[in-house]
């Protein structure tokens, strides 16, 4: 309910104020510019989200694969974006972006600027670096699940197709879910370096409120807010997932009320 009453006060903010009704955090108008930045946020954050288990799904099968080829690329992969921060990412893509696409349209009678979507951009850099992680989690999830499951599958009559997706991905999901729900909190987070490069999201507009209204701390501490709140839900949906893809804890847990009820 709090998290809620954070979203509704910011963005009610100027309609309490006519109402006399005091604020601790007094955003003076701003609080709306807010809220549509954390629609950014979550945007990106989502977007970053899907492409990344994509890469960390392509990635671990590849680390895992017979072909050395394909695992020394997955792992050039994960050792070189887990080496560069972020925030270098972000600015070598939206940077390096432009100058590769100047030179490509170049060959084209193109002389201008090419500008790159700071949008873009993000999610390219956070659903790598995103991907390079997930990467590992995946593969140490393959790796736990016992070899005898798949040969037992195969000795019924299921092909190669229904085995990974009957029974290896989804005991996958189970196990590697606390990883990359973590990792996901990680990405949330990290959405806030891709202000950097002009995306407008919950910490440039709160960078930009607090430059014109001379408060950086109540713009800071409500961009916090903010931060907190979107992490609060994540967490209780990650907590709902792996109680939906856990059946023995529900099960017992259903046994440990009928014991508790007699």
């Known amino acids: 309910n709090w998290v809620l009453s954070i979203f509704w006060v910011i963005g009610q903010q100027t309609e309490l104020k006519r109402q006399g009704i005091d604020i601790v955090l007094d955003l003076q108008g701003f609080g709306q510019l807010l809220l549509s930045g954390t629609w950014v946020t979550i945007k990106l954050a989502l977007t970053s989200l899907v492409i990344g288990l994509i890469l960390g799904l392509l990635g671990a099968t590849a680390k895992m694969s017979r072909f050395k080829v394909l695992n020394a690329i997955a792992t050039a992969y994960t050792t070189i974006i887990r080496g560069i921060p972020e925030l270098l990412s972000v600015m070598f893509i939206y940077f390096g972006g432009s100058m590769l696409m100047g030179l490509i349209l170049s060959q084209f009678g ?153």
């Open 110 to 262: 193109h002389t201008g600027y090419v500008d790159v979507s700071p949008f873009w951009a993000g999610v390219t850099a956070l659903s790598v670096a995103f991907g390079a992680y997930a990467t590992e989690t995946f593969r140490m999830a393959f790796q736990e699940i016992p070899k005898g499951q798949a040969e037992a599958a195969q000795a019924i009559g299921m092909k190669k197709f229904q085995i990974l997706w009957r029974v290896t991905l989804p005991q996958v999901w189970r196990i590697a879910l606390p990883g990359l729900g973590n990792l996901f909190l990680v990405l949330l987070k990290d959405t806030a370096l891709v202000s950097v490069v002009g995306l407008e999201d919950i910490m440039r507009h709160a960078k930009t409120a607090a430059t014109s209204t001379q408060s950086p701390f109540t713009f800071y501490m409500a961009a916090a807010l903010l931060y907190l709140s979107l992490t609060v839900i994540i967490t209780g949906v990650i907590m709902w997932l792996e109680w939906v893809n856990n059946p023995a804890e529900r099960y017992a847990k259903r046994l440990q009320k009928i014991g508790m009820a007699k």
